[in-house]
């Protein structure tokens, strides 16, 4: 099991990329285009990542709008989530 320390963070680099990508979360929720239970096993995948340093330091250094990097484990769900958005 995942600490909570863990979790929180992978939590936070998962909403910092969807904001990257032009995303909600919590707009896209209200929308029904993820439900908490998706956006869970979001948090969880991306706790599979081996790179969150390398993940911090793109989020640092990239603009809104950009596409995911190819290395993130929730880069397809971004897409479509964006796609679904308008962005």
């Known amino acids: 099991m995942q600490s909570s320390r863990t979790l929180k963070r992978h939590a936070d680099l998962v909403d910092r990329m969807a904001t990257t990508q032009g995303v909600d ?11 908490p239970g998706e956006l ?4 969880l995948a991306c706790t599979g990542c081996a790179a969150p340093g390398a ?24 897409a479509d989530l964006a796609a679904r958005s308008g962005h």
């Open 25 to 35: 979360l919590e707009e896209t929720m209200m929308a029904g285009h993820l439900t």
């Open 40 to 43: 869970g096993e979001a948090v």
């Open 55 to 78: 993940c911090e330091h793109w989020l640092d250094s990239h603009e809104a709008g950009e596409a995911a990097p190819a290395y993130c484990r929730n880069a397809d769900l971004l």
